[in-house]
């Protein structure tokens, strides 16, 4: 079945650095896009980051843009965010999501179940 | 960018009842507008994709309609395992826009 296991998370200080990753299995990892996924506590979902299948095509959500780095290693169905300069704001539930497809539609159809990012002093 | 606005924010509803969830877009999205069930400390889970698709393994109590910017998820029968907060979604180029969510609870 499908799993993604995010990792990395933990307490850190404003202006530091953290890497977060997120173990895929279950599904040819190479195939699929993926998502960086968001959620402060108590509030609702917020868009990270995506890459593409082979890593060509990247993007980012304005409010990490230039401090965070989406990365995937498809020999190691491992998908990466380096997150860095961060900020109490950054403090969520990170998610890292998988892209299907269908009826000409794409769409997340799994999501891990998060890796907590605590940035306070 | 594309605002997705939902309504109510919140509501109370009794187990057996019919729920309405609205979404509206700030520009036209054709049906490019998805739904998700999150529960308390649980991952977001697809319910319905493309405005009134149902995905695979979701009961049929769940039903999406809409197209342009006003959209409409409905759950005919609420079930005990409904009461969570629901988010509608839009995919514009893999950037990914929710709406701000609609807490269901228990009446």
């Known amino acids: 079945q499908v799993q993604l296991v995010e990792s990395g998370g933990g307490v850190v200080q404003p202006g530091r650095s953290l890497r977060l990753s997120c173990a895929a299995s279950g599904f040819t990892f190479k195939n699929y896009a993926v998502h960086w996924v968001r959620q402060a506590p108590g509030k609702g979902l917020e868009w990270v980051a995506v890459?593409?299948?082979?890593?060509?095509?990247?993007d980012y959500g304005d409010s990490v843009k230039g401090r965070f780095t989406i990365s995937r290693d498809n020999t190691r169905n491992t998908l990466y965010l380096q997150m860095n300069s961060l900020r109490p704001e950054d403090t969520a539930l990170y998610y890292c999501?998988?892209?299907?497809?269908?009826?000409?539609?794409?769409?997340?159809?799994?999501w891990g179940q998060g890796t907590l990012v605590t940035v306070s002093s | 960018d594309i605002q997705m606005t939902q309504s109510p924010s919140s509501l109370s509803a009794s187990v057996g009842d019919r729920v309405t969830i609205t979404c509206r877009a700030s520009q036209t999205i054709s049906t490019y507008l998805d739904w998700y069930r999150q529960r308390p400390g649980k991952a977001p889970e697809l319910l319905i994709y493309?405005?009134?698709s149902l995905q695979s393994g979701v009961p049929s109590r769940f039903s999406g309609s809409g197209s342009g910017t006003e959209f409409t998820l409905t759950i005919s029968g609420l079930q005990p395992e409904d009461f969570a907060t629901y988010y509608c979604?839009?995919?514009?180029?893999?950037?990914?826009?929710f709406g701000g969510g609609t807490k269901v609870d228990i009446k």
């Open positions: 979604h839009h995919n514009s180029n893999y950037r990914l826009t």
């Open positions: 493309g405005a009134s």
């Open positions: 890459i593409r299948y082979d890593g060509s095509n990247i």
């Open positions: 999501a998988r892209v299907s497809g269908r009826d000409g539609y794409t769409f997340v159809d799994y």
